[in-house]
């Protein structure tokens, strides 16, 4: 994102062509699509993988804060997995109870 951003900045403010700045934002993005690759590879192999437990880091913050799964997000699924983990699913099902009671 901002190292991309200002990378490329950098490139146009000393005077690059358009064929560098090109070939330097495709580096860029093949970069952060095999950051992405890693990042997905270890939470589908990792052997805690849909498991419920206390895992910190969480709302930004990598300690101080403990989330029930390992990869537990409410707004993102892994591509082979589109379901909440169960704890989620547990705390939707009280939410909407508690507002449809």
Known sequence: GRDKSAGLAEMKTAGASETALKTAEAQYQEKIDQINA????????????????????GGYAGSGLYRPTLNSVMHKFMDDEKTFYPVNSEGIIQVINYYSE
Do not use: D, S
């Not at 997905?40 to 880091?57: D, I, M, N, S, Y």
């Open 38 to 57: 890693e990042i997905t590879r270890f939470f589908v192999e990792h052997p805690l993988r849909g498991k419920v437990g206390a895992f910190e880091g």
